[in-house]
């Protein structure tokens, strides 16, 4: 005698399907807005990065590692502090003919212990010092090897050819010379006003 029973059959489990939400009604709307929205008011990167801070964050911190940023921030800061001297001289030149010297010292004194504390004296003392011969800025500063004890004129000219002497005879007293080009009366002519000038050192001979 055969005995029925029910053979199951393999089929796929329908889903029941959403149901539909009406306007104003289920899940309240993002507080976030399109991103078209962001694209047309701040443009594609600038939506990227409101979209995604966290994305950016990240990015932005590989960028960093990868380009070295802590070394160029160390030379940015350190050029910085380098040009400031100059920065300063040339500032104080400028206010120095519209306002008094010892107030207008006195207030960057000030400041400048903000920005570098204990370093504003000697600061102010070479500013000081750059005031008290403010002819030299635009002049030429000349160096060159010297025998102490010995005499040398300086020669220049707009060429390899010397055309004119300088008036003062410089007595060397180190191995090394300086001597600073500012024009009239020592030379014909500031330097900054012709297009190029070549200079010479010539030892004079000695007094018998």
């Known amino acids: 005698m055969l005995s029925s029973r029910a053979v199951p059959v393999r089929g796929r489990r329908e889903r029941p399907a959403a149901a539909s939400v009406r306007p104003g009604r289920g899940k309240p709307p993002t507080s976030k807005p399109p991103a078209h929205l962001l694209v047309r008011l701040f ?7 409101l979209s995604n801070p966290g994305t950016f964050a990240m990015r932005a911190l590989r960028a960093f590692k990868a380009n070295q940023g802590l070394l160029l921030a160390g ?6 502090l380098l040009s400031l001297v100059p ?10 003919h519209v306002t008094d010297q010892a107030q207008l010292l006195a207030t960057v004194e000030e400041y400048l212990e903000f920005l570098v504390p204990g370093q504003s004296a000697p600061l102010i003392e070479q500013l000081r010092l750059m005031l008290a011969h403010r002819e030299v800025v635009g002049g030429v500063l000349l160096e060159f090897p ?19 002497k300088a008036l003062t005879v410089i007595t ?7 001597w600073v080009d500012i024009g009239p009366p020592e030379t014909e002519a500031k330097p900054l006003d012709v297009s190029r000038r070549f200079y010479r050192a010539v030892l004079l001979p000695q007094s018998p």
């Not at 060397?172 to 300086?178: E, I, L, M």
């Open 43 to 49: 443009g594609e990167n600038a939506a990227f990065t």
């Open 172 to 178: 060397a007293t180190k191995d090394r010379t300086q």
């Open 75 to 80: 030379a940015v800061a350190y050029y910085t």
């Open 87 to 96: 920065l300063l001289v040339l500032t104080v030149i400028g206010l120095a």
């Open 146 to 164: 010297t025998i102490p004890g010995r005499d040398y004129s300086i020669e220049y000219g707009t060429d390899l050819i010397p055309s004119g």
